[in-house]
């Protein structure tokens, strides 16, 4: 299909290690250029950029979405949208205060859609008091689109100092996943093979600042990331990368949803490398993680919160998962998210 | 096509009186929080957003980018991004600071192309010292997106008390309009159409801070803004309608190419309805218009700059142009931009 690798692939888009090749290799060299030699922009690859401001961290971050079918089992692309903005600026450590949304639509797209759409990005904005305070409508001619894609940008405050980034993880740490794994990616992609279950499967898309405010509280979080496109996998691979420490994760411990594990092996993935979207993996400093870890349970979005692993000084960079059976592995950083269009 | 009213119509993202009407309806009504009561939100639809800071103002303004083609004549989608978003900032009296890029890229799209918009989304930035601090890359299978749109999201500061809003013209203010009108859409459609003139009809999108700038030192502006969709006639009737004050145009005082008035009869279109996307329309006060006349035509994209009519009590909310013969008409607000796909 490409073989000289001049063409734009989907798995450039798809939060893997071919999408961080692409952005290193074609995106950042564009944007050296930063005249915040303090914050963290663009190439740090963060959930979002930060910029000092007047004695505190403005972080910012931004998001396409094109998540396809529009309505999901468990939400819609405007839950989608706001929980991701909410999210990226909440793992940095920062209270989300106002976001943006600009609308691709195309031709013909129905009005009710939209504002069951407009609807759902209110609301979920609304329950962490995140106000929408600009947008942009631009309609594309019938077949330019499928549909509609809507993106959105957070603007957040951290304190000085404060902000929490994914190579802040530290030796003794404990892994903390809030959730079950893999809940998104699975439900959509059963919605859209047609799948059914004895239980309804639904995506966890949700927003996080209530979850996450007060493990903050309480301190001791050195890096935090919310594991979607590429689940888990990248996620954790990301972390001890960019913090240089090794991260043994027990498979005792994992929390998953039955009809994921179920629905996993029939469609041939694996439920680690498939996006949440309402998930939070934290590594919190060794005697703080009791604490935040009742915290979180006590929240809405925080049931099921699990110490899955810890961090260790051995295997630098890598990721290793004991498993139930007693061996080890390396868990790969995922070359792509498996599901198109996931989010 | 949409008798019943309930399909999205290309003139709802078109700028005019249609798509005034659709967001009024349809978008605004499910933003009506907003937790930043001294600040302009969605429904003011300014050109951005203001929210209190810490004695500033934070400007805060998001735009898709979906021009076809990417590449025409006197730029392509990257300038055109960081253009429009660092001119709607501006045009709020606020200095741009940073500025977001979310990529949406269909499957297969030539990477020498996308580098192409990129270093030009990063050289227009630039020439502000705007900084790219935060992104985001999505994929779209193939057919599912017409090649290639970016949605930019822009944060300016303002000093407090400062922003220049569309509802500020005062009577006895004289209009500016910073350069000749209707440029970037007929180069555009021109090019579409396979139209070729004596000279190069090329579009006139530029980054406006540095014109802007030095007319916020002299003070006295009262209203600006950048006429995109929908073109001159929709900006002063924007102006008009939310200042609640006549505007009185004289026609022989227009700037136009001479290109721009061929092509616009040649096709059909009226220019003052045809899309700028380096212009400034500036309401400012009589006694600092000729200082601030003087000092935009200093700048590298202020050289054809004009005083094109003033402010009366005479028409409340209306757009009157007296014409060469010596009449007088009323310059409709369009109910759409003409030109599809032009931004």
Redesign the interface.
């Known amino acids: 299909m490409?073989p000289d690798?001049?063409?734009?692939?989907?798995?450039?888009?798809?939060g893997g290690r071919a999408?961080n090749q692409?952005?290193r290799e074609?995106?950042f060299p564009?944007?050296s250029?930063?005249?915040?030699k303090q914050?963290i922009?663009?190439p740090e690859a963060d959930d979002?950029?930060t910029?000092p401001?007047?004695?505190?961290e403005?972080v910012?971050?931004?998001?396409?979405?094109?998540v396809?079918p529009l309505f999901f089992p468990g939400g819609d692309i405007g839950k989608l949208a706001a929980a991701g903005t909410i999210n990226d600026i909440t793992m940095m450590g920062a209270r989300p205060?106002?976001m943006?949304?600009?609308?691709?639509?195309?031709?013909?797209?129905?009005?009710?859609d939209?504002?069951k759409i407009?609807?759902s990005?209110?609301d979920t904005a609304?329950e962490d008091?995140v106000?929408?305070?600009?947008?942009?409508?631009?309609?594309?001619?019938r077949?330019?689109?499928?549909q509609l894609?809507m993106?959105t940008?957070g603007?957040g405050l951290a304190e000085k100092g404060k902000v929490i980034v994914d190579s802040g993880a530290q030796i003794g740490d404990k892994i903390i996943m809030t959730g079950t794994i893999g809940d998104h990616g699975i439900a959509l992609l059963a919605n859209r093979e047609g799948l059914s279950f004895e239980t309804d499967l639904v995506s966890d898309v949700a927003p996080l600042w209530s979850l996450v405010q007060p493990a903050l509280k309480i301190g001791g979080i050195h890096a935090m990331k919310d594991p979607t496109r590429g689940g888990l996998a990248a996620a954790l691979n990301d972390i001890a990368k960019k913090s240089g420490v090794g991260i043994w994760i027990n498979e005792n411990n994992l929390p998953f949803q039955r009809e994921v594990l179920a629905a996993s092996q029939m469609l041939g993935l694996d439920p680690l490398q498939v996006t949440c979207e309402g998930k939070a993996l934290i590594s919190v400093a060794k005697e703080k993680a009791d604490a935040v870890l009742h915290a979180i349970r006590k929240t809405k979005y925080g049931k099921s919160a699990q110490v899955i692993g810890e961090v260790k000084k051995e295997q630098q960079g890598l990721v290793i998962m004991k498993t139930e059976v007693g061996g080890s592995r390396v868990i790969q950083h995922p070359w792509a998210e498996a599901i198109?269009?996931v989010c």
């Open positions: 490409n690798k001049t063409l734009v692939e989907l798995a450039h888009g798809a999408m692409f952005l074609i995106i564009h944007f250029l930063n005249r915040f914050g922009g663009l979002g950029a910029m401001f007047d004695g505190s403005m910012i971050s931004t998001d396409s979405h094109t396809s205060l106002v943006t949304s600009a609308l691709v639509i195309e031709e013909g797209f129905p009005i009710s939209l504002e407009l609807a990005l209110a609304a008091q106000a929408v305070i600009a947008g942009d409508t631009k309609v594309m001619p077949g330019g689109l499928d894609i993106c940008t603007i198109p269009r």
